[in-house]
């Protein structure tokens, strides 16, 4: 006798207590703590928080742990945990020109006003496994340099004082909130670049790189990269002035484009802009490339690549939407299977009278009728 | 950390009421789909965030809930989500259709017949009836605007030049109150008839599409067809295996590989009720 | 600026006891009178609100009204703008075109220029919220459309004048339209905008 499937709620428990068990691993080792993956594990952390929008990286460290270091899994767990967060306020725009610079670099000038800075870059490592590592070595303490660098000019700064560049100035209009608002296409630059600076770092980069290759090509100089420091204010209408809440890291990157001139704007160059939690630069990077393909209709430039696409960047560049919609084809589905089962049976024999399929199925469980 | 506490039913009240509003905006513009403020769940997107978010806004502490995957209350997802309702908001669960007040589903509605005052909320991976022939929302919704459905006419059309029949076996189009084209959601077409001048109120939420709509009780559900090539439903040569249940929708049960099956309720609160009467009267 | 102990206490009592709980049992209400236009719904949380006619009304405020909402109220007073902010957040307008939701009292004319939505956002319209004197009385109606078997038949007692010729502009731009509930003390009855809404003699 056939008895259907049952104990769905057992079965769900012990995978769950199956996880945990391969998640803490060797009981012989320690356990990693959260102190040590934010310290040791820091771009992971960055990245996690980058695409969750949120910026706590004990408790993305936490998540990391919680997912196994599944990095889209930790990211949906604290963007999760992000929704159910009430709102005491809403911060001042960051200032990135005041920002405790740790990394500065521009690929347009040879030099500029407060220097390159190389800062903790993997740039110029040589890619050698270093079995050194292994250990617990000691490392020696940075090379700090004397002084600050003070406030630093940024180079879209620096052509802008020339007019070389479009002028982007605050227009004053309140920005959306791509987390409160439903979507309606188009979108404004900044329910654009907030998705974009959520929007997984793969699917991006990709992108991007295929703006390079002559998908929507936008002739893109780094204008400037910076990492580093920057302080969160939020003004308290009871006090009638800002309070400095904590910093945060952000990498910030101005992408430099030439634009040709059309009937309506003059020949000058364009920005494509990425900011990122975290130290971030290739997502940073690839944003700011994203955003200026994105940006076509606005210059009357043709709209011919998939990057140039808002709809279908937008659409899909949210991994937790993206992973979610693509693992549940791993749900049964066995009621439409069951249909479609029907229907190739059906299609199947239709065929077949009309010609040569060699053999005939004796029976046809499935049929249809009308009401 | 600060101890992590819920709301009642999960949602803060803010988001309660956005989603209120869009449901009652979707009751007064039937099978017209409302965009709402998804939130993240705790479930990933795909697995039942738009029926979970709306069953969240309506259901009260006064509810029972039975919640079903398939047909059946015991497919993984469904029991996880009856979980965890029974956590967020300490609900009153059934497997029983007649004793629900709310029922959250995924590809199937109930056999047994539903009554006023039922809500049943469906769980919907892709709300546009339009995506699959025009991928753009820019260009379907003003196809819904202007109620220009010639492109679904044209794809059904060609369906029946090609296949002599209507290839679509789930997720079949409906036209509602004689206006919106509407995606039922991946229900089989057995099942589209259940959704006309039905007594409870259907409710369908989208999560990952940010979409909320439906139908309300007592309202015209057409599924989309020609007068040479009326719609039909899917029939089965043979009753269930367990209930002996005919006219009800089947599972094609696989018990070995030499061919041999056979076919059971895919309800199975309906079969298993089926079976307790029989086993009373016996 | 004097304070005014009663305009104080105005603006802080009369709002939900159990603001989770009543605000879920007020939706249900509304949502099955929604869904059944025509048929008599009543809230029992003990609410009211200056400005506002009786406890049905001040219900669905508390219910549905917040930041996001705009309202727009016949009788606005600095009262019914301060219960408003106290309890749900939101803004007091004095433009109709801006309101998300309405609400007028017994009497009162039906406000024009309430957002009808557009074509392709229907939903992006007012829901008005009309107080009556009371159901089961006065001029009777026949309403068909969806939610409804076959036809209805509602009785109103105090409907604003010109209603029946707004409920027939309104049917004529379908989808887009106003959605109206109608009050009277704790009873609701809607009557969106899918619903035929015609004088009966019969």
């Known amino acids: 006798m056939y008895v259907a499937v049952k104990g769905g709620e057992a079965a769900i428990e012990n995978a769950h207590r199956l996880l945990a068990d391969r998640r803490r691993g060797d009981r012989g080792l320690p356990a990693i703590t959260e102190a040590q993956i934010t310290e040791q594990l820091s771009l992971a952390v960055d990245r996690v928080m980058a695409e969750a929008s949120l910026y706590d990286p004990g408790l993305a460290a936490l998540a990391i742990r919680q997912a196994r270091g599944d990095m889209i899994e930790a990211i949906f767990i604290l963007r999760a945990y992000r929704t159910t967060l009430p709102r005491f306020g809403t911060s001042l725009p960051l200032d990135s020109r005041a920002m405790r610079i740790e990394r500065r670099i521009s690929a347009t000038y040879k030099d500029l006003p407060g220097g390159q800075l190389l800062g903790p870059t993997f740039d110029y490592t040589h890619r050698l496994l270093d079995p050194t590592l292994l250990g617990d070595p000691d490392i020696p303490d940075p090379a700090?340099?004397?002084?600050?660098?003070?406030?630093?000019?940024?180079?879209?700064?620096?052509?802008?004082?020339?007019?070389?560049?479009?002028?982007?100035?605050?227009?004053?209009?309140?920005?959306?909130?791509?987390?409160?608002?439903?979507?309606?296409?188009?979108?404004?630059?900044?329910?654009?670049?907030?998705?974009?600076?959520?929007?997984?770092?793969?699917?991006?980069?990709a992108l991007a790189y295929s703006t390079q290759r002559g998908y929507g090509r936008s002739h893109p100089f780094v204008g400037e990269i910076r990492i580093g420091l920057a302080t969160v204010e939020i003004e308290i209408p009871e006090l009638g002035f800002s309070v400095a809440i904590g910093d945060v890291r952000v990498t910030e990157c101005q992408m430099v484009n030439q634009f040709k001139g059309s009937t309506e704007r003059p020949p000058q160059f364009t920005r494509g802009y990425g900011l990122v939690f975290g130290q971030s630069e290739r997502k940073a990077m690839a944003m700011s490339l994203c955003d200026r393909a994105l940006r076509a209709a606005e210059y009357g430039e043709e709209i011919t690549a998939p990057a140039q696409d808002e709809e279908f960047v937008i659409s899909h560049c949210d991994n937790v939407e993206a992973t979610g919609f693509v693992e549940h084809l791993k749900l049964p589905h066995y009621v439409d299977f069951q249909a479609e089962l029907g229907l190739v049976r059906r299609l199947r024999a239709a065929w077949q009278e009309r010609g040569d399929l060699p053999e005939a199925e004796s029976v046809e469980p499935i049929g249809e009728a009308a009401q | 950390m600060n101890a992590v506490t819920y709301n009642f039913a999960y949602l803060d009240e803010q988001t309660k009421r956005m989603i209120r509003r869009a449901i009652l905006k979707a009751i007064a513009i039937p099978g017209y789909q409302v965009p709402f403020a998804a939130r993240e769940m705790p479930m990933p997107y795909g697995w039942g965030t738009g029926g979970v978010q709306v069953t969240a806004a309506v259901i009260g502490p006064k509810d029972v809930l039975k919640v079903i995957d398939q047909g059946t209350d015991d497919t993984t997802n469904a029991v996880s989500i009856r979980a965890f309702f029974r956590k967020v908001a300490g609900v009153a669960t059934t497997t029983h259709t007649a004793e629900a007040t709310v029922i959250q589903t995924r590809h199937r509605i109930p056999e047994h017949p539903l009554k006023e005052g039922q809500i049943l909320v469906y769980q919907v991976p892709i709300p546009e009836p339009l995506r699959f022939l025009e991928p753009r929302e820019t260009e379907t919704r003003v196809m819904h605007g202007l109620e220009d459905y010639g492109l679904m006419h044209v794809k059904l059309y060609e369906d029946i030049a090609h296949h002599g029949r209507i290839a679509t076996a789930y997720a079949y189009p409906v036209k509602i109150a004689g206006r919106y084209v509407m995606d039922p959601s991946p229900i089989p077409k057995f099942d589209n008839p259940k959704m006309t001048m039905s007594p409870a109120l259907q409710l369908f939420g989208a999560g990952r599409e940010k979409r909320i709509y439906a139908v309300p009780p007592y309202t015209d559900v057409k599924s989309l067809d020609f007068e040479d090539h009326p719609f039909e439903v899917q029939t089965f040569s043979e009753p269930c295996a367990l209930c002996g249940a005919r006219n009800v929708y089947l599972d094609e049960v696989v018990l070995d590989d030499r061919g041999g099956r056979m076919f059971v309720c895919s309800d199975t609160d309906n079969c298993e009720s089926r079976r307790d009467e029989t086993g009373a009267q016996s | 600026m004097l304070h005014d102990n009663s305009f104080m206490q105005a603006s802080l009592d009369g709002g939900f006891g159990q603001p989770v709980f009543e605000a879920q049992e007020s939706f249900r209400r509304l949502l099955d009178a929604m869904a059944r236009p025509g048929s008599i719904h009543q809230v029992t949380a003990d609410v009211m609100a200056p400005g506002l006619a009786g406890p049905a009304q001040a219900a669905l405020a508390l219910t549905l009204c917040d930041a996001d909402t705009p309202v727009w109220c016949a009788a606005a007073s600095p009262a019914h703008s301060a219960w408003l902010a106290f309890h749900t957040g939101a803004p007091l307008t004095a433009a109709p075109e801006q309101a998300a939701f309405a609400f007028i009292g017994v009497g009162d004319a039906v406000p024009d220029d309430l957002s009808l939505g557009t074509q392709d956002y229907p939903d992006r319209s007012a829901t008005l919220v009309i107080e009556v004197q009371s159901f089961g009385e006065g001029e009777r109606f026949r309403l068909i459309g969806p939610g409804i078997d076959g036809a209805g038949d509602l009785a109103v007692d105090g409907l604003p004048k010109s209603f029946v010729a707004f409920r027939a502009a309104n049917s004529a731009l379908f989808p887009r339209g106003v959605d109206v509930v109608l009050t009277a003390g704790r009873d609701i009855v809607a009557l969106p905008r899918s619903t035929t809404f015609v004088h009966w003699e019969g």
């Open chain 1, 144 to 205: 700090h340099r004397d002084g600050g660098l003070g406030d630093l000019a940024r180079v879209s700064d620096i052509l802008d004082g020339e007019s070389l560049i479009e002028t982007e100035a605050d227009n004053g209009a309140e920005p959306g909130d791509i987390t409160r608002t439903p979507q309606e296409f188009p979108l404004s630059r900044a329910e654009r670049l907030q998705s974009l600076a959520r929007g997984d770092e793969g699917f991006l980069l």
